[in-house]
Structure formats: structure tokens, C-alpha cells
């Protein structure tokens, strides 16, 4: 049996991560069904990418140390993403 914690943080037992590959720095998405918690690793390039855009986005808005490009993104966000994308067309590519 699995407790959480204070901070609503849980352990996946190591078997189960296995069976679901889910290794450190999974995305994950975590939604109700049927009244139980489900669990499911994320593993749809585009919107591990759109979601990690989002949040690059928004950590560098909030931090308000650069001047959004004329498309409004921020350069950092922008620089970041392109990384990502680099990486998720590598990866594919393999």
C-alpha cells in the first residue's frame, strides 16, 4: 500500500513504473476515472512539447526579464522550445 504524503505527493512502486516505462522526468498525465485515480506516462511528442512550451512560457513571462519578440514569445521561451523541438526531431528520427 502506497501513502501520500503532506505535500499530496505519491511513490509509483518500481515494478509498476517498469511495466508503464516510466522513468524519471516523465510527463504524466493524471486524471479521474470511474472514481479512482488514473495514471497514464504521456507519450505524444506534441503535447509533451505544446506543454512544456506553455510552461517555459509562462516562467519567463512571470520572471519579466526580457522583452517578448514581435510575436509576443519570449526569448528565452523561444530559445527553449526550439531546443526541445530539436531534440524531440532526433529523438524521432532514431
Do not use: F, Y
Not at 531534440?87 to 528520427?93: E, G, K, V
Amino acid at each position: 500500500m502506497v501513502k501520500v504524503d503532506s505535500k499530496g505527493r505519491i511513490v509509483l512502486p518500481q515494478e509498476l513504473r517498469e511495466q508503464l516505462d516510466i522513468t524519471p522526468g516523465t510527463e504524466v498525465d493524471i486524471h479521474e476515472e470511474d472514481g479512482k485515480a488514473v495514471v497514464e506516462p504521456e507519450d505524444n511528442p506534441r503535447e509533451i512539447l505544446d506543454r512544456m512550451t506553455e510552461l517555459i512560457e509562462e516562467t519567463a513571462s512571470e520572471t519579466g526579464e526580457t522583452t517578448p519578440l514581435a510575436d509576443g514569445v519570449d526569448p528565452i521561451a523561444d530559445k527553449h522550445r526550439t531546443a526541445v523541438r530539436k531534440a524531440a526531431n532526433n529523438a524521432s528520427d532514431e
